[in-house]
């Protein structure tokens, strides 16, 4: 095992951004006095989230900020999820939900084990602040950042990938991708990077069609962190 | 008190880079059988800092990481510090030095009440991978890693100073530089980041003569990381 470094993908892996924004929409439903369908909302506000970035990996759009990104479409689907009329402070908050999306339970305890032996980042399209804001929130104790904006791209783009494993210092043989979704490892593992595939049954909900198991021999597969943690001996 | 996050000067300001080349060095003469002067090694190399940045600062040379310039710098003194003849293993390991510094004694538990309150993020013209080693080695508590090398650029260019705002996604005037040199608190205060001084006399040993006391009149100066604790009511 030479692996130094392992990067995580957040969205999905790490933390659960359904049930995160499920749980913050029902706060949102009483303080403004709406019924919001939370489970809605965040599937639809996720589903605009590839095609965004999509624009931009395909060069169409120059490099703009998940932020902005998840802002746009917000603004879009608001009106479909009785978010019309609300003052520019509270859409700014409710748009921040992704920085506090809570960790799934396994999350902090397995990352807390691997820290002791390995680098630990996230690799995500999340921003810089978004995941430093998040990580100080729920504890993910990383030892550094690491977001596409940093190399103004969004993953699958190779650049993310090779750009973390130089800012690193490694081989990119030396870094291990962590990710719930089989792309991510895909396009990590054709770069050289070591995988390792963490099963989300439920990220997007009990009816989940994708990524409900490995679709290649990556080189590790497991439940949870604290799996990937036993796994790797930590 | 509006402040957000602090950033902070690595070299000098958290850690004691003299005194552990000194360190180190004694343990070098040891293991290779030399008669290292290890305060003459450190201070030699630590002459070739500025004005290595400085050629790229200039434009006269493209970004070069600081890894390679304190390695080039080793390379030329080396001959004068009974360094010759090493193999390359152990000279990057020497070179790799300024990974492993070690912070003052009041520098961790100071960061780790700061955290509290703040997020912290070392702001140094040291590269992402070293200053993610330094902090994984001596348990500095950062919440992210800030570096010019993320900007291709050395304090103090404003890039670096407005590329750390940037990725915090705060308005500098949320950002305060905390450094024990004068110059990059004013090349901060200048871009209306505010400023915290931390007196380090014997950063350079005990001959020391510059940065003794502030140079102008910044927002807070202070004797340690738990005095700016102290003040900062953290």
Redesign the interface.
Known sequence: MEVEALVFDVFGTCVDWRGSIIREAARWSRQHARNIDGAGLADAWRAGYDPAMEEIRSGRRGFTPL?TLHRENLNRIAPNFGLSGLDEATLANINRVWHRLDPWPDTVPGLRRLRAKF?LAPLSNG???L???M??RAGLP????LSG??FEGYKPESKVYLGAAR????PSSKVMMVAAHNGDLAAASKLGLRTAFVHRPTEYGPAQTTDLAPSQKWDYAVDSMEALADTLAC
């Open positions: 932020d680098l921003g810089v602040a995941l430093t804001r990580a100080k990383w030892d550094l950042i904006e940093l800012l690193l210092d490694l």
